[in-house]
Protein backbone atom coordinates (compact mmCIF):
# COMPACT_ATOMS: atom_id res chain seq x y z
CA UNK A 1 0.00 0.00 0.00
CA UNK A 2 2.95 2.36 0.58
CA UNK A 3 4.66 1.76 -2.70
CA UNK A 4 1.07 2.61 -4.22
CA UNK A 5 0.60 5.73 -2.17
CA UNK A 6 4.66 6.60 -3.47
CA UNK A 7 3.97 6.45 -7.34
CA UNK A 8 -0.22 7.94 -6.27
CA UNK A 9 0.67 11.35 -5.14
CA UNK A 10 3.43 12.52 -8.28
CA UNK A 11 1.03 11.38 -10.77
CA UNK A 12 -1.74 13.03 -8.88
CA UNK A 13 0.44 16.59 -8.74
CA UNK A 14 1.29 15.67 -12.84
CA UNK A 15 -2.21 15.26 -13.69
CA UNK A 16 -3.74 18.60 -11.94
CA UNK A 17 -0.87 20.18 -12.92
CA UNK A 18 -1.31 19.37 -16.97
CA UNK A 19 -5.48 20.39 -16.05
CA UNK A 20 -4.41 23.65 -14.92
CA UNK A 21 -2.15 24.61 -17.87
CA UNK A 22 -4.15 23.17 -20.10
CA UNK A 23 -7.03 25.33 -18.84
CA UNK A 24 -5.44 28.54 -18.37
CA UNK A 25 -4.40 28.31 -21.98
CA UNK A 26 -7.83 27.92 -23.06
CA UNK A 27 -8.56 30.79 -20.95
CA UNK A 28 -5.55 33.16 -22.64
CA UNK A 29 -6.36 31.45 -26.08
CA UNK A 30 -7.83 34.45 -28.17
CA UNK A 31 -11.30 33.80 -28.46
CA UNK A 32 -11.78 35.56 -32.14
CA UNK A 33 -15.20 36.45 -30.85
CA UNK A 34 -15.53 39.65 -31.95
CA UNK A 35 -13.39 42.27 -34.29
CA UNK A 36 -11.49 41.82 -36.83
CA UNK A 37 -10.49 38.10 -36.49
CA UNK A 38 -13.11 36.41 -36.36
CA UNK A 39 -11.93 34.21 -38.94
CA UNK A 40 -9.78 32.22 -36.17
CA UNK A 41 -12.50 30.60 -34.77
CA UNK A 42 -13.81 28.67 -37.50
CA UNK A 43 -11.14 25.77 -37.89
CA UNK A 44 -12.04 24.65 -34.39
CA UNK A 45 -16.12 25.10 -35.18
CA UNK A 46 -15.41 22.33 -37.77
CA UNK A 47 -14.96 19.61 -34.65
CA UNK A 48 -18.89 19.80 -34.06
CA UNK A 49 -19.66 19.39 -37.83
CA UNK A 50 -16.94 16.84 -38.14
CA UNK A 51 -18.67 13.02 -39.37
CA UNK A 52 -21.87 14.58 -40.66
CA UNK A 53 -21.33 13.70 -44.51
CA UNK A 54 -20.86 16.22 -46.22
CA UNK A 55 -21.52 15.80 -49.78
CA UNK A 56 -18.75 19.13 -50.53
CA UNK A 57 -16.04 20.31 -48.55
CA UNK A 58 -14.75 23.45 -49.18
CA UNK A 59 -11.09 23.90 -48.41
CA UNK A 60 -8.85 26.91 -48.19
CA UNK A 61 -8.22 30.88 -47.84
CA UNK A 62 -11.34 33.29 -47.75
CA UNK A 63 -12.07 33.04 -51.73
CA UNK A 64 -14.14 29.88 -50.53
CA UNK A 65 -15.06 31.17 -46.85
CA UNK A 66 -16.32 34.16 -48.10
CA UNK A 67 -17.18 32.66 -51.71
CA UNK A 68 -19.79 30.13 -51.42
CA UNK A 69 -22.47 29.54 -48.86
CA UNK A 70 -23.88 25.82 -47.63
CA UNK A 71 -27.08 27.54 -46.60
CA UNK A 72 -28.00 29.05 -50.12
CA UNK A 73 -27.00 25.34 -51.77
CA UNK A 74 -28.92 23.26 -49.25
CA UNK A 75 -31.90 25.42 -50.16
CA UNK A 76 -31.31 25.15 -54.07
CA UNK A 77 -30.19 21.66 -54.34
CA UNK A 78 -30.68 19.91 -50.62
CA UNK A 79 -26.93 19.38 -51.07
CA UNK A 80 -24.79 18.71 -47.71
CA UNK A 81 -21.60 21.15 -47.77
CA UNK A 82 -19.28 22.43 -45.00
CA UNK A 83 -16.19 24.96 -45.28
CA UNK A 84 -13.41 24.54 -43.70
CA UNK A 85 -11.48 27.74 -44.46
CA UNK A 86 -8.97 30.29 -42.50
CA UNK A 87 -7.70 33.10 -42.93
CA UNK A 88 -4.41 33.09 -45.84
CA UNK A 89 -4.50 29.43 -45.54
CA UNK A 90 -1.51 27.80 -47.04
CA UNK A 91 -1.26 24.87 -49.15
CA UNK A 92 0.17 22.70 -46.93
CA UNK A 93 -2.15 23.85 -44.05
CA UNK A 94 -4.56 22.59 -46.61
CA UNK A 95 -3.45 19.46 -47.27
CA UNK A 96 -3.33 18.66 -43.55
CA UNK A 97 -6.59 19.82 -42.38
CA UNK A 98 -8.11 18.07 -45.59
CA UNK A 99 -6.76 14.80 -44.07
CA UNK A 100 -7.96 15.15 -40.44
CA UNK A 101 -11.49 15.79 -41.93
CA UNK A 102 -11.54 12.85 -44.29
CA UNK A 103 -11.00 10.61 -41.20
CA UNK A 104 -14.03 11.75 -40.70
CA UNK A 105 -15.92 11.45 -43.15
CA UNK A 106 -15.73 10.97 -47.29
CA UNK A 107 -17.40 13.90 -49.26
CA UNK A 108 -18.24 13.62 -53.20
CA UNK A 109 -15.88 16.97 -53.87
CA UNK A 110 -13.26 18.77 -52.68
CA UNK A 111 -13.62 22.46 -53.40
CA UNK A 112 -9.92 23.50 -52.90
CA UNK A 113 -9.43 27.41 -53.41
CA UNK A 114 -5.85 27.56 -55.21
CA UNK A 115 -4.66 31.19 -54.40
CA UNK A 116 -1.99 30.17 -52.09
CA UNK A 117 -0.30 28.76 -54.49
CA UNK A 118 1.29 31.73 -54.52
CA UNK A 119 3.37 31.30 -50.95
CA UNK A 120 6.07 28.82 -51.23
CA UNK A 121 6.97 29.93 -47.30
CA UNK A 122 4.87 30.72 -44.62
CA UNK A 123 3.93 34.28 -44.23
CA UNK A 124 2.84 35.94 -41.00
CA UNK A 125 2.61 34.14 -37.27
CA UNK A 126 -1.02 35.93 -36.73
CA UNK A 127 -1.82 33.93 -39.64
CA UNK A 128 -0.47 30.84 -38.79
CA UNK A 129 -2.31 31.43 -35.38
CA UNK A 130 -5.68 31.89 -36.83
CA UNK A 131 -5.29 28.30 -38.56
CA UNK A 132 -3.54 26.52 -36.32
CA UNK A 133 -4.31 26.89 -32.39
CA UNK A 134 -8.02 25.76 -33.66
CA UNK A 135 -6.81 22.78 -34.62
CA UNK A 136 -6.88 19.24 -31.77
CA UNK A 137 -3.67 18.00 -31.03
CA UNK A 138 -2.43 14.97 -33.27
CA UNK A 139 -0.73 14.12 -36.16
CA UNK A 140 -2.14 16.77 -38.64
CA UNK A 141 -1.69 19.10 -36.25
CA UNK A 142 2.26 18.55 -35.22
CA UNK A 143 2.80 18.08 -39.07
CA UNK A 144 0.64 21.25 -40.34
CA UNK A 145 2.69 23.27 -37.23
CA UNK A 146 6.00 22.01 -38.35
CA UNK A 147 5.52 22.92 -42.01
CA UNK A 148 4.13 26.37 -41.42
CA UNK A 149 6.88 27.84 -38.36
CA UNK A 150 8.44 30.97 -38.99
CA UNK A 151 11.82 31.61 -38.04
CA UNK A 152 12.05 31.99 -34.23
CA UNK A 153 8.41 30.55 -33.42
CA UNK A 154 8.07 27.95 -30.57
CA UNK A 155 6.60 24.89 -32.02
CA UNK A 156 5.48 23.63 -28.35
CA UNK A 157 3.46 26.93 -28.17
CA UNK A 158 1.81 25.83 -30.73
CA UNK A 159 0.37 22.70 -27.87
CA UNK A 160 0.45 25.00 -24.81
CA UNK A 161 -0.71 28.00 -25.61
CA UNK A 162 -0.13 29.51 -22.00
CA UNK A 163 3.64 29.62 -23.35
CA UNK A 164 2.79 32.04 -26.60
CA UNK A 165 -0.26 34.18 -24.57
CA UNK A 166 0.70 34.06 -20.74
CA UNK A 167 0.82 38.09 -21.11
CA UNK A 168 -3.07 38.11 -21.59
CA UNK A 169 -3.31 36.97 -17.79
CA UNK A 170 -3.18 40.55 -17.20
CA UNK A 171 -5.59 41.63 -20.63
CA UNK A 172 -8.70 39.02 -19.83
CA UNK A 173 -12.34 40.07 -21.45
CA UNK A 174 -15.35 38.56 -20.32
CA UNK A 175 -15.30 36.48 -24.00
CA UNK A 176 -11.79 34.91 -22.46
CA UNK A 177 -14.51 33.33 -19.80
CA UNK A 178 -17.45 32.81 -21.85
CA UNK A 179 -15.73 30.54 -25.00
CA UNK A 180 -13.56 29.23 -22.16
CA UNK A 181 -14.11 25.24 -23.86
CA UNK A 182 -16.02 25.85 -26.81
CA UNK A 183 -15.05 28.99 -29.13
CA UNK A 184 -18.04 30.98 -30.70
CA UNK A 185 -19.97 29.63 -33.50
CA UNK A 186 -20.02 32.71 -36.00
CA UNK A 187 -20.17 31.20 -39.49
CA UNK A 188 -23.17 29.03 -41.64
CA UNK A 189 -21.56 25.81 -42.22
CA UNK A 190 -17.86 27.47 -42.81
CA UNK A 191 -19.56 30.26 -44.68
CA UNK A 192 -19.08 34.07 -43.43
CA UNK A 193 -21.65 36.78 -43.77
CA UNK A 194 -20.98 40.31 -45.13
CA UNK A 195 -23.81 41.73 -46.47
CA UNK A 196 -22.25 45.25 -46.98
CA UNK A 197 -21.80 46.47 -50.36
CA UNK A 198 -19.06 48.26 -51.53
CA UNK A 199 -18.27 48.50 -55.16
CA UNK A 200 -15.87 48.04 -57.69
CA UNK A 201 -13.92 51.20 -59.79
CA UNK A 202 -10.86 50.55 -60.55
CA UNK A 203 -8.28 48.06 -60.22
CA UNK A 204 -4.46 49.00 -59.74
CA UNK A 205 -2.06 47.91 -62.04
CA UNK A 206 -0.81 44.69 -61.01
CA UNK A 207 2.99 44.17 -60.33
CA UNK A 208 5.10 42.83 -62.56
CA UNK A 209 5.12 38.99 -62.10
CA UNK A 210 9.26 38.37 -61.95
CA UNK A 211 9.23 34.21 -61.67
CA UNK A 212 5.56 32.68 -63.16
CA UNK A 213 6.72 29.67 -61.49
CA UNK A 214 4.67 28.52 -58.02
CA UNK A 215 7.05 27.11 -55.65
CA UNK A 216 8.13 23.37 -54.75
CA UNK A 217 6.55 23.14 -51.70
CA UNK A 218 2.91 24.55 -52.72
CA UNK A 219 3.19 22.09 -55.44
CA UNK A 220 4.28 19.55 -53.39
CA UNK A 221 1.11 19.81 -51.56
CA UNK A 222 -1.14 20.10 -54.40
CA UNK A 223 0.05 17.32 -55.69
CA UNK A 224 -0.56 15.37 -51.88
CA UNK A 225 -4.39 16.49 -52.11
CA UNK A 226 -4.75 15.50 -55.64
CA UNK A 227 -3.46 12.08 -54.70
CA UNK A 228 -5.40 12.08 -51.58
CA UNK A 229 -8.41 12.91 -53.25
CA UNK A 230 -7.67 10.09 -56.24
CA UNK A 231 -7.15 7.66 -53.29
CA UNK A 232 -10.45 7.98 -51.52
CA UNK A 233 -12.57 8.18 -54.61
CA UNK A 234 -13.30 12.39 -54.27
CA UNK A 235 -13.88 14.38 -57.47
CA UNK A 236 -11.49 17.59 -56.94
CA UNK A 237 -12.41 20.98 -57.83
CA UNK A 238 -9.60 23.95 -58.21
CA UNK A 239 -10.97 26.91 -58.17
CA UNK A 240 -10.06 30.64 -58.43
CA UNK A 241 -12.87 32.65 -57.38
CA UNK A 242 -14.48 35.44 -59.02
CA UNK A 243 -12.00 38.64 -57.22
CA UNK A 244 -10.09 40.54 -58.82
CA UNK A 245 -7.55 41.22 -55.88
CA UNK A 246 -5.08 40.34 -55.61
CA UNK A 247 -4.27 39.97 -59.21
CA UNK A 248 -4.56 36.17 -60.81
CA UNK A 249 -1.71 36.44 -63.63
CA UNK A 250 -2.79 34.69 -67.24
CA UNK A 251 0.83 32.71 -66.61
CA UNK A 252 -0.56 31.01 -63.40
CA UNK A 253 -4.26 30.41 -64.89
CA UNK A 254 -2.41 28.72 -68.00
CA UNK A 255 -0.26 26.32 -65.34
CA UNK A 256 -3.59 25.00 -63.32
CA UNK A 257 -5.10 24.76 -66.83
CA UNK A 258 -2.46 22.31 -67.87
CA UNK A 259 -2.09 20.48 -64.29
CA UNK A 260 -5.66 19.65 -63.81
CA UNK A 261 -5.06 17.99 -67.42
CA UNK A 262 -2.49 16.26 -66.65
CA UNK A 263 -3.95 14.89 -63.53
CA UNK A 264 -7.65 14.46 -64.74
CA UNK A 265 -8.86 17.09 -62.45
CA UNK A 266 -11.06 20.16 -62.89
CA UNK A 267 -10.18 24.00 -62.71
CA UNK A 268 -12.52 26.23 -62.85
CA UNK A 269 -11.58 30.17 -63.24
CA UNK A 270 -14.57 32.27 -62.20
CA UNK A 271 -13.39 35.41 -62.84
CA UNK A 272 -14.04 35.31 -66.85
CA UNK A 273 -17.27 33.89 -65.78
CA UNK A 274 -19.00 35.98 -63.90
CA UNK A 275 -21.38 37.60 -66.60
CA UNK A 276 -22.53 33.86 -66.80
CA UNK A 277 -22.73 33.57 -62.99
CA UNK A 278 -24.74 36.84 -62.71
CA UNK A 279 -22.11 38.60 -60.65
CA UNK A 280 -21.91 42.34 -60.70
CA UNK A 281 -19.16 43.72 -58.93
CA UNK A 282 -20.95 46.96 -59.01
CA UNK A 283 -23.42 45.49 -55.96
CA UNK A 284 -22.17 41.48 -55.27
CA UNK A 285 -18.53 42.94 -53.36
CA UNK A 286 -18.21 44.29 -49.88
CA UNK A 287 -14.64 46.19 -50.55
CA UNK A 288 -14.60 47.15 -53.60
CA UNK A 289 -14.07 43.68 -55.89
CA UNK A 290 -11.34 41.65 -53.33
CA UNK A 291 -14.42 39.73 -51.87
CA UNK A 292 -17.76 38.89 -52.47
CA UNK A 293 -20.49 39.75 -50.52
CA UNK A 294 -23.58 37.35 -49.58
CA UNK A 295 -25.49 38.35 -52.59
CA UNK A 296 -22.23 37.54 -54.64
CA UNK A 297 -21.73 34.52 -52.97
CA UNK A 298 -25.37 33.15 -53.37
CA UNK A 299 -25.18 33.63 -57.17
CA UNK A 300 -21.61 31.64 -57.07
CA UNK A 301 -22.84 29.40 -55.27
CA UNK A 302 -25.95 27.98 -57.04
CA UNK A 303 -23.81 28.35 -60.41
CA UNK A 304 -20.94 25.88 -59.23
CA UNK A 305 -23.94 23.74 -57.78
CA UNK A 306 -25.83 23.65 -61.17
CA UNK A 307 -22.75 22.25 -62.39
CA UNK A 308 -21.87 20.21 -59.57
CA UNK A 309 -25.48 18.67 -60.14
CA UNK A 310 -24.89 18.04 -63.98
CA UNK A 311 -21.87 15.92 -62.78
CA UNK A 312 -23.87 13.61 -60.91
CA UNK A 313 -21.98 14.93 -57.40
CA UNK A 314 -25.09 16.16 -55.91
CA UNK A 315 -28.30 14.40 -54.04
CA UNK A 316 -31.47 16.19 -52.79
CA UNK A 317 -31.22 15.27 -49.18
CA UNK A 318 -33.98 17.42 -47.79
CA UNK A 319 -36.27 14.24 -47.64
CA UNK A 320 -34.35 12.73 -44.52
CA UNK A 321 -35.67 14.19 -41.80
CA UNK A 322 -32.29 14.09 -39.82
CA UNK A 323 -30.77 16.29 -42.57
CA UNK A 324 -33.84 19.03 -42.97
CA UNK A 325 -33.82 19.35 -39.39
CA UNK A 326 -30.31 20.15 -39.52
CA UNK A 327 -30.10 22.34 -42.52
CA UNK A 328 -33.57 23.50 -41.81
CA UNK A 329 -32.23 25.26 -38.74
CA UNK A 330 -29.20 26.43 -41.22
CA UNK A 331 -30.94 28.05 -43.33
CA UNK A 332 -33.18 29.46 -40.77
CA UNK A 333 -30.86 31.47 -38.74
CA UNK A 334 -28.83 32.57 -42.20
CA UNK A 335 -31.71 33.85 -43.62
CA UNK A 336 -32.79 35.85 -40.72
CA UNK A 337 -29.02 36.86 -40.01
CA UNK A 338 -29.40 38.19 -43.62
CA UNK A 339 -32.38 40.46 -43.09
CA UNK A 340 -31.69 41.44 -40.21
CA UNK A 341 -28.68 42.98 -41.52
CA UNK A 342 -29.74 44.10 -44.86
CA UNK A 343 -32.21 46.14 -42.58
CA UNK A 344 -29.77 48.31 -40.71
Known amino acids: MKKRRNWFAPLSVLVLTGLL ?18 EGSMVENWYAHAGEGHQVLFIGDCEVYESFSPAALYAEYGATSYIRGSAQQLMWQSYYLLREALQKETPRAVVLSICSLRYSEPQNEAYNRMTLDGMRFGRNKIEAVRASLLEGE ?8 LLRYHDRLFELTPEDAQYLFAGPELTYNGYLMRTETVPYTWLPQAPV ?8 KPVEYLDRIAALCEEKGIALILVKSPCLLPAWYD ?8 YAEVHGIEYINAIPLMEEMGIDLGADTYDGGVHLNVFGAEKYTLWLGAHLSERGLLTDQRQDPVIAARYGDLVLRYEQEKQRRTEK
Open 21 to 38: VWSLGRLVRPKYASGLTL
Open 209 to 216: LKDAAFGE
Open 251 to 258: QWDRWLTD
Open 154 to 161: SELSYYVP
